[in-house]
């Protein structure tokens, strides 16, 4: 060919090849996908963590706080004779009021139910998973599960009686104890959250496996796992079991939780995903964070993110493709630059309302 047909067909090439399409495909989709989530109240850390999340088929979630209603409260609250209701419920609460674990709460909000003033301990050891240490005005008081006391070396036999009840009712029990005696014990009603049902359906409806991690007594997280239709369980584990139990599951795992409790499984996950009414340290450690407090918010930012990595697959996709067909086209002397250039544009407008068809594609209910 002569000079001005080679000159125009390398022209044509020029054009054809600029990698405009290819550089967005991937930008353009996760720009997109980042932004419809957040409008949907789910915040990703990094482009990491999303691309994670479309990767999930096994789900482990906590239980208290997460499963169960946000808030729990208080069914009975019982003390040996002896012993003054009102004194050991201030005591208790006044330990526990620093705490952010829904058992917790519910005791802080029992004593200020009751009218009664609470005194700042002077120091606090807290134990994640079990219980805390207070002093308060020189006097011991350990609130916790009943094994932690016991482990802490406390007289448990003047519960003995009122705490086989509760256990063979399957009900939740906190000890209190003062000194190394035992001195009340709260009884708590758990429901599960009214979306979670539908929550673990939608999980299942995406070929997510989930199973049930929580520090709980086993009788209380079975029963609420066979309320839920989970059908693993993992119970009666401290913090660093449940970071075992999920880095031992492999890639492909995500842990949700709310608590103090839950941050060393949440950082141990492929992702971790945390409640936005959950403790701090829970939402430093999760790659995800929910601002809704709903647990169906779970599955839809899995859904959101599987439909984000496919528009970003069509997206490369067609970059190649345009790229492959329009230079062997250029090359051959079959495209002017004018149309090669009008292509390569196009091809970026495909890229980019590709991207915009998220919204659309992940199915919000």
Not at 125 to 138: E, F, H, K, R, Y
Request: charged share 20%; proline share 5%.
């Amino acid at each position: 060919a002569d000079w001005a047909s080679g000159w125009t067909a390398a022209t044509a090439v020029f054009l054809a090849a600029c990698p405009c399409a290819l550089g967005l495909a991937t930008p353009a989709a996760l720009a997109v996908g980042v932004g419809l989530a957040a409008r949907h109240g789910v915040l990703f850390r990094d482009v990491e963590s999303l691309e994670r999340a479309a990767s999930v088929r096994t789900l482990f979630m906590d239980k208290t706080g997460t499963l169960t209603a946000g808030h729990s409260s208080v069914r009975g609250f019982w003390t040996p004779p002896g012993e003054d209701a009102g004194t050991v419920l201030a005591q208790a609460a006044s330990a526990e009021r620093g705490e952010t674990h829904p058992l917790a709460r519910a005791i802080v909000d029992h004593a200020a139910s009751q009218g009664l003033s609470l005194e700042s301990p002077s120091r606090v050891q807290v134990t994640p998973g079990l219980g805390v240490l207070a002093i308060l005005s020189g006097t011991e008081i350990r609130v916790g599960s009943p094994d932690f006391l016991r482990s802490e070396g406390v007289q448990m036999e003047p519960l003995d009686g009122p705490l086989a009840e509760a256990l063979s009712r399957g009900e939740g029990a906190v000890a209190v104890a003062r000194g190394r005696v035992a001195c009340g014990l709260f009884l708590f009603e758990e429901t599960p959250r009214p979306e979670a049902p539908l929550a673990l359906q939608d999980l299942r409806d995406l070929g997510v496996s989930v199973a049930l991690l929580s520090g709980d007594r086993p009788e209380r997280a079975e029963t609420m796992a066979k309320t839920l239709g989970i059908p693993r369980v993992m119970a009666g584990m401290l913090p660093g079991a449940k970071a075992d139990a999920v880095r031992a599951a492999g890639p492909g795992t995500a842990m949700v939780g709310d608590g103090v409790n839950d941050a060393a499984a949440l950082a141990s996950a492929g992702l971790g995903i945390s409640l936005g009414t959950g403790a701090d340290l829970a939402k430093e450690a999760a790659g995800v964070t929910l601002l809704r407090n709903d647990l169906r918010a779970v599955a839809w930012t899995l859904r959101a993110a599987r439909a984000t990595r496919r528009v970003i697959l069509e997206n490369l996709v067609w970059a190649f493709g345009y790229n492959a067909v329009a230079v062997s086209l250029a090359m051959a002397g079959k495209l002017a630059p004018w149309e090669a250039a009008a292509l390569m544009a196009l091809s970026d407008l495909v890229v980019i309302g590709n991207a915009l068809t998220l919204p659309w594609r992940v199915r919000t209910r």
